[in-house]
């Protein structure tokens, strides 16, 4: 890269390694890389909440507020970067999803357009035997939630909440081991998603009053 | 000692003064008060006024005669005579259409320009037949509070951040970014208001822990729940309602008073801005006594006695107080953070004061909540620590803000949905991408729709702009690939790009709300501002010296009417004298004169002004009943034509 201030070659940091001017970020840098982190579902959150401070504390705009616009531009690009980096790495299921979207399987849960096909992502959908099963839980779900059963309500929550627990473990271990294990937790990920529905639902709007 | 010394010190010791301070400012832009603060010294200070009052009342007033006057003068004296051209908590118009305002209207002395054209903003109808934005009116308090710093820093300003609540939506932002604008400033950053509290409160009290913020002001209500950690500030999660505050109370209670008040007419405009103000009044009042009363006149020539006792007051904003509740419960929920796990609950807005509000909030929260910095300075106080930073002030290194998108932005999507392509309560500056595509066979143009909020339903969700990509070559439907890329930058505005890939077709806009100003609107005002701007500040300032010299040669000649046989010999002439010196000055273009003049005034009037007030008290103790001697002392005919 070379430096946008000086001319000379900037060297790999956020900052010029000959002048010190703050350099536009990488769009395509691995968002792991960018918090200096291996690239795996077993993270050091600590380390990586760390290094996201540090590096804000120096590209952030409010370091930049009054200097020249390029490298305000920069500043404004790298902090979205890192932000965009952090909220990933921090969330469990963002992480999940982002270490299988680099791994090229898709599990978002946006439709793709037609001729996303082109890329080498492949996405994945749930089993039509799983979506009957949540069907049919939030049906019951529904039926407690009209009868006034908070009790029921609360029970099926309770439930649901071990279940996602365990799937979002299933899920890291099979990330970590690789190879075939990311189909099934590519699928595992995709429920994780409807479990998280239900729980909305469960807690959802009207339930328990203002206060 | 110190002072005097520092008078006849050389001209250039004055600078090494000023050495230590930052020329950039910190203002907080509120519903009823506006503040504007510097850090001087290493410590956030508010400016005040030549009589040391830091708080300039957010009322302007709009004269037949071109002139504007900001502050407690507009409020205490022109609003009383001047409803329709006296605009109050004009923050709560910044940003909106007309068909938002209609909530607020419910109960106001406004007036609206019914005008042909452009009826995307509201405009209010004045004096001499000007019909003004609530982006000029906040810009006019802005210029009040800049000549205010520029006289403390004895120069220009190097920029300014200026407050806004949490909650405000993108329009909202703009619209507050584009006032400083007008007013002349650099608008370095615009800050949270709560965030800025948290900074003045950690800084000061070095506090470390999870904190809530619960500001309550005059117009909005706001809830952050932030980490602090080590000079960092980050918000984990905020809320709030935009159109909620100490004006709901009053407005709530006026209804009532209205309602018990026999044949006042809630149409005339002087009435509602009576009643109003008697709500405000026993308001403050019931702060710190348990019932009061006022005096109002809402017929000509009947004066009606308004009471009100606390409990009654708190039945009557119990409702309105309520509104709070979903907000914090969901920004706690956000914020993955249990109510009872919290290290502190810090109070802002001057709706905190009253004991209702500290009783609720102690309650919902289960812990006492925390005051020691005034919540009417404390986010003025955080905005001048702010702009020291983004100044390159010293000291600050370590300290870091990390804010958040306080609603949810997207774009429409078919059947009326809402694509959320950034999501609430996500750390600013941040970004997001996606791909659309047409559905209709050789479709060639795309119409971007972008909104804010958290409704599924774009009908239910603030619409902030609609642009069209145009140009795309005729191809069959989801054949065109649509790029539309979001970015929210650290003053949480928003851009949008959209590029139609499969031609490098591009659109960009800067989101202007629908209901907002043009850039070439918001631009012309700002270069008829620069023409103007050197007499404005004169004009202002002699406006409101002779709004003040009329209100006091007034009262004085009521005076000598009222009680001729206290005036002893020689007195009457001196003050005559007095009367015409004043009369004369205001007749000039010096206000400086006018000030003299009317200092003079004061000087020759007050032994007889004594006089009659001790008179007025003595008679009170014979059997006068105290509110009406307050009445008669306070009995000051209101500005020119006022009698």
């Given at each position: ?15 010029c390694a ?5 350099q ?5 840098a ?10 795996r ?13 540090d ?9 930049f507020?009054?200097a ?9 690009a790298r ?12 969330d ?7 270490l ?9 849960d ?6 996303d096909?082109?890329k ?16 049919e839980?939030?049906d019951?779900?529904?039926a407690?939630?009209?009868?006034g059963?908070?009790v ?8 649901m ?51 | 000692m110190?002072?005097?010394l ?18 950039a400012?910190g203002i ?8 504007v ?6 410590k956030?200070?508010a ?12 009322v ?9 006057v900001?502050g ?9 005579d001047?409803?329709r ?12 259409g007309?068909r938002d305002?209609?909530?607020t ?20 109808a ?7 934005t ?14 205010r710093a520029?006289e ?8 300014a951040?200026?407050?806004?609540p ?18 002349g ?15 003045a ?11 809530a ?36 109370f009053?407005r709530t209670?006026?209804e009532a008073?209205?309602a018990?008040a ?41 004066t009606?006695?308004?009471?009100l ?10 409702p ?33 004061r ?8 102690e ?17 003025a ?38 694509e ?8 600013v ?17 795309f ?21 069209t ?25 928003l ?19 629908s ?6 609107e918001v631009?012309k ?13 004169k ?18 000649r009521?005076?000598m ?7 002893e010999d ?7 004298a ?6 004369a ?5 010096d206000?400086?004169a ?13 032994p ?14 014979r059997g006068r ?19």
């Amino acid at each position: 890269m070379i430096c946008w201030s000086c001319q000379r070659g900037a060297g790999a940091g956020p900052l010029c390694a000959a002048c010190g001017a703050l350099q536009p970020p990488d769009d395509a840098a691995d968002l792991f890389g960018v918090l200096g982190q291996p690239a795996r579902f077993a993270v050091d959150l600590a380390a990586a909440e760390s290094a996201y401070k540090d590096l804000s504390r120096q590209v952030h705009p409010d370091r930049f507020a009054t200097a020249d616009p390029q490298a305000r531009r920069a500043s404004l690009a790298r902090t979205v970067q890192l932000n965009q980096a952090w909220r990933t790495i921090k969330d469990p299921v963002r992480r999940a999803e982002y270490l299988l979207l680099r791994a090229g399987i898709d599990v978002g849960d946006k439709k793709p357009a037609p001729g996303d096909e082109t890329k080498a992502t492949h996405r994945v959908a749930a089993p039509p035997a799983f979506l009957i099963e949540i069907l049919e839980l939030n049906d019951e779900l529904s039926a407690a939630k009209r009868a006034g059963d908070a009790v029921k309500v609360a029970f099926m929550a309770e439930e649901m909440r071990t279940r996602a627990r365990e799937t979002m473990k299933t899920i890291g271990q099979a990330l970590d081991a690789g190879g075939g294990g990311l189909e099934d937790a590519a699928r595992s990920l995709v429920a994780l998603r409807y479990y998280q529905r239900f729980l909305d639902q469960a807690s959802g709007e009207g339930g328990d009053g203002t206060l | 000692m110190a002072d005097a010394l520092f008078q006849i010190a050389e001209p250039g010791e004055s600078r090494s003064k000023h050495a230590c301070r930052t020329r950039a400012v910190g203002i907080d832009l509120g519903t009823t008060n506006s503040l504007v603060a510097i850090v001087d010294a290493g410590k956030p200070t508010a400016l005040t006024d030549e009589s040391g009052d830091a708080i300039v009342a957010s009322v302007v007033h709009y004269g037949a005669g071109g002139d504007v006057v900001v502050g407690a003068d507009a409020r205490d004296r022109l609003a009383v005579d001047f409803p329709r051209d006296t605009i109050a908590s004009v923050k709560r118009f910044m940003g909106r259409g007309p068909r938002d305002a209609e909530a607020t209207r419910k109960l106001t002395p406004y007036q609206f320009f019914q005008g042909a054209g452009d009826q995307s903003v509201v405009r209010f109808a004045v004096a001499g037949g000007r019909a003004v934005t609530p982006l000029e009116v906040s810009a006019e308090i802005l210029r009040v509070l800049r000549a205010r710093a520029e006289e403390a820093l004895a120069g220009p300003l190097a920029g300014a951040v200026i407050t806004v609540p949490a909650y405000f939506d993108d329009g909202q932002r703009q619209a507050t970014r584009d006032a400083g604008r007008l007013a002349g400033l650099e608008v370095l950053r615009l800050l949270n208001e709560p965030t800025a509290a948290a900074l003045a409160y950690g800084l000061d009290k070095q506090a470390e822990g999870t904190f809530a913020v619960f500001d309550l002001g005059g117009g909005t209500f706001d809830v952050s729940i932030l980490k602090l950690e080590n000079g960092v500030f980050e918000v984990k999660s905020t809320g709030g309602d935009s159109a909620l505050g100490g004006d709901d109370f009053d407005r709530t209670i006026a209804e009532a008073l209205l309602a018990r008040a026999d044949g006042a007419d809630a149409s005339d405009a002087h009435v509602v801005r009576r009643v109003l103000d008697a709500a405000r009044a026993l308001k403050e009042k019931l702060t710190t006594e348990s019932e009061a009363s006022v005096d109002v006149a809402l017929a000509p020539g009947k004066t009606t006695t308004l009471r009100l006792t606390r409990s009654e007051m708190e039945a009557l904003v119990t409702p309105v107080l309520q509104r709070c509740a979903p907000p914090l419960k969901r920004a706690l929920a956000d914020a993955g953070v249990e109510r009872g796990h919290l290290s502190g609950v810090i109070l802002v807005g001057g709706a905190t004061r009253m004991p209702l509000v500290r009783r609720f909030v102690e309650e919902w929260f289960g812990q006492k909540p925390l005051a020691d910095i005034d919540p009417d300075q404390v986010v003025a106080l955080g905005a001048a620590i702010q702009a020291d930073m983004l100044a390159g002030g010293a000291g600050h290194d370590d300290v870091l803000l990390l804010d958040v998108v306080p609603l949810s932005l997207g774009l429409e999507t078919m059947g009326g949905v809402a694509e959320k392509l950034i999501h609430r309560n996500t750390t600013v500056p941040c970004g997001a991408r996606q791909t659309f595509t047409t559905f209709a066979d050789k479709q060639t143009g795309f119409d971007l729709h972008v909104v804010q909020g958290e409704r599924e339903l774009v009908s239910e969700c603030r619409s902030l702009a609609r642009f069209t990509l145009k140009g795309i070559p005729p191809m069959p439907a989801g054949m065109a690939r649509l790029e539309v890329t979001f970015m929210v930058d650290a003053d949480g505005i928003l851009r949008v790009a959209a590029r139609e890939e499969t031609t490098g077709q591009e659109a960009s806009i800067e989101v202007k709300p629908s209901y907002g100003l043009t850039d070439d609107e918001v631009e012309k005002m700002i270069l008829d501002s620069f023409a103007h701007a050197e007499d404005d500040v004169k004009a202002r300032l002699l406006a409101e010296q002779r709004v003040e010299a009329d209100g006091i040669v007034a009262a004085a000649r009521a005076a000598m009417q009222d009680a001729p046989e206290l005036l002893e010999d020689g007195e009457r002439e001196a003050i005559d004298a007095a009367l015409k010196g004043v009369e004369a000055a205001r007749a000039g273009s010096d206000h400086h004169a006018i000030r003299q003049a009317v200092e003079a005034l004061d000087h020759a009037s007050k032994p007889f002004a004594t006089r009659r007030m001790n008179r007025a008290l003595e008679q009170g103790f014979r059997g006068r009943a105290v509110d009406a001697v307050d009445a008669t002392l306070n009995e000051t005919p209101r500005g020119p034509g006022g009698r």
